[in-house]
């Protein structure tokens, strides 16, 4: 099958679109974290580091939720191809 220059475009578009997604459901909660954990640590000082816990914790976060995003995904072109595959058999 051949694209054209308009199909071309837009799935360059989508694809770009997809890894700003991705790339926003990890950062956020990481930066949320810095700047919660300086909030506390400025207003209510603890023998911890708050920024550094909830620095590790939104990292976590943030990993996890790439981690399902992708893992959707990944379900979603499985069973993209499953039906491909299915209906070509038929």
């Given at each position: 099958?051949?694209?054209?220059?308009?199909?071309?475009?837009?799935n360059i578009?989508?694809?770009?679109?997809?890894?700003?997604?991705?790339?926003?459901?990890?950062?956020?909660?990481?930066?949320?974290?810095?700047?919660?954990?300086?909030?506390?640590?400025?207003?209510?000082?603890?023998?911890?580091?708050?920024?550094?816990?909830?620095?590790?914790?939104?990292?976590?976060?943030?990993?996890?939720?790439?981690?399902?995003?992708?893992?959707?995904?990944?379900?979603?072109?499985?069973?993209?191809?499953?039906?491909?595959?299915?209906?070509?058999?038929?």
């Open positions: 099958m051949i694209k054209n220059k308009n199909q071309k475009e837009t578009w989508q694809n770009l679109g997809q890894v700003w997604d991705l790339a926003w459901v990890t950062i956020v909660p990481i930066i949320l974290g810095v700047f919660g954990g300086q909030y506390l640590d400025r207003n209510y000082p603890a023998g911890f580091s708050w920024t550094l816990s909830l620095l590790v914790l939104g990292a976590f976060m943030g990993f996890y939720n790439l981690y399902d995003s992708l893992m959707k995904e990944s379900k979603k072109m499985e069973k993209k191809d499953k039906d491909k595959n299915g209906k070509g058999n038929n």
